[in-house]
């Protein structure tokens, strides 16, 4: 079971949206309870990130971070969004 923590300013709106699509992409590839998605603020980040295999964030990775990072902001904009995705099922793969 892999742990994605999906982390935005505050923890609630735009990681919401960002996790909704998230849980779209990985569940049309097959990951369907394979994961747990945790959402929180990027001061919770560095906290709640200590046991996670991904960070998949809307600002830059906060100081602290001990797992892999991904940008979430493709989500938010369209732009990037397939590199964005490919990096998110590679980081479920591996």
Do not use: N, W
């Not at 892999?2 to 699509?21: D, E, L, N, P, R």
């Not at 849980?23 to 590839?29: C, E």
């Not at 945790?38 to 991904?54: G, H």
């Not at 990775?61 to 490919?86: H, N, Q, R, W």
Request: net charge negative; with cysteine; aromatic share 6%.
């Amino acid at each position: 079971m892999k742990k994605i923590v999906v982390s935005c300013g505050s923890g609630v709106v735009t990681s919401a949206i960002v996790a909704k699509s998230v849980t779209q992409l990985l569940d049309d590839h097959g990951f369907a309870g394979q994961y747990a998605i945790e959402r929180c603020s990027m001061a919770e980040a560095p906290r709640v990130c200590e046991d996670a295999d991904f960070l998949i964030a809307t600002t830059i990775a906060p100081k602290g971070i001990t797992c892999a990072y991904v940008s979430g902001v493709s989500f938010l904009t369209g732009m990037g969004k397939a590199d964005t995705e490919k990096q998110i099922l590679d980081a479920m793969a591996q």
